[in-house]
């Protein structure tokens, strides 16, 4: 049974920042492709970073020079280290694990820009 627990948000600052974790069980987590998405109040959840088993990444445009997604594959966990962050990154953060056809999500995590 695949699990991913989401850690790390909280309250912050404009400017301020903030290290969201993700720990997988019940997978070889090496061999995953790792990402975060987040949805924000009334909004479509959207994705933020993806990075795959070899380590390439993918950011959305918004976030590009102030998040960096990367992992851990000791310690079976991904992380979303972000930066200069703005009110508008305010959402609920996801972790998200995927096969393909078969895509796995954590429960999310709160992320609260505001001064």
């Known amino acids: 049974q695949v699990q991913l627990v989401e850690s790390g948000g909280g309250l912050v600052q404009p400017g301020g920042s903030l290290r969201l974790s993700c720990t997988v069980s019940g997978s070889i987590f090496s061999s995953e492709t790792m990402g975060w998405y987040h949805q924000a109040p009334g909004k479509q959840r959207q994705l933020v970073a993806t990075i795959t088993p070899g380590g390439s990444t993918t950011y959305k445009d918004s976030v590009l020079g102030r998040f960096t997604i990367s992992r851990d594959n000791a310690k079976n966990t991904v992380y979303l280290q972000m930066n200069s962050l703005k009110t508008e990154d305010t959402a609920v953060y996801y972790c998200?694990?995927?096969?393909?056809?078969?895509?796995?999500w954590g429960q999310g995590t709160q992320v609260t820009v505001s001064s």
């Open positions: 998200y694990l995927t096969r393909g056809v078969i895509d796995y």
